[in-house]
C-alpha cells in the first residue's frame, strides 16, 4: 500500500520560513517525479514544485520561485520543500504527489496523493 505522508505545516508569521517533508513508503521512490500543490479555500489546486526521480530538474510555480525549494532524499524516501519568504498568500493546505512520469505530473496528474500538511501565513 502507497503512502505519501506530509508533515510540517504550522502557523508562521510574513517573512518567516517552514520546511515540509513528505515521507513515501510502498512504492520505489527512486522511480517518481515528486511535486508539491496547494489548495487555499475557494481556489483551485495549484502546483507548486516538482523535482524530477534523480532530483536533477526541477520546476516552481514562478509566484515562489526563489523563495521556495524543493528536493528529495531517494534514500529517505523523502522529498521537501523548503519555503522562505513566506507571504499570507501562501496559506493554503499543501499536498504532495507522485507520478513515474515527469510530463505528467506537470500537467496535474498523479499516480499517487498524500494527505495535507496546512500552512498558515499570517501579516
Known amino acids: 500500500q502507497v503512502q505519501l505522508v506530509a508533515s510540517g505545516g504550522g502557523l508562521v508569521q510574513a517573512g518567516g520560513s517552514l520546511r515540509l517533508s513528505c515521507a513515501a513508503s510502498?512504492?520505489?521512490?527512486?522511480?517518481?517525479?515528486m511535486g508539491w500543490y496547494r489548495q487555499a479555500p475557494g481556489k483551485e489546486r495549484d502546483v507548486v514544485a516538482l523535482?524530477?526521480?534523480?532530483?536533477?530538474?526541477?520546476y516552481y510555480k514562478e509566484s515562489v520561485e526563489g523563495r521556495f525549494t524543493i528536493s528529495r532524499d531517494n534514500a529517505k524516501n523523502t522529498v521537501y520543500l523548503q519555503m522562505n519568504s513566506l507571504k499570507p498568500e501562501d496559506t493554503a493546505v499543501y499536498y504532495c504527489a507522485s507520478h513515474r512520469n515527469w510530463g505528467r505530473l506537470q500537467i496535474g496528474l498523479y499516480e499517487y496523493w498524500g494527505q495535507g500538511t496546512q500552512v498558515t501565513v499570517s501579516s
Open positions: 523535482i524530477t526521480s534523480g532530483g536533477t530538474t526541477t
Open positions: 510502498g512504492l520505489t521512490f527512486g522511480d517518481y517525479a
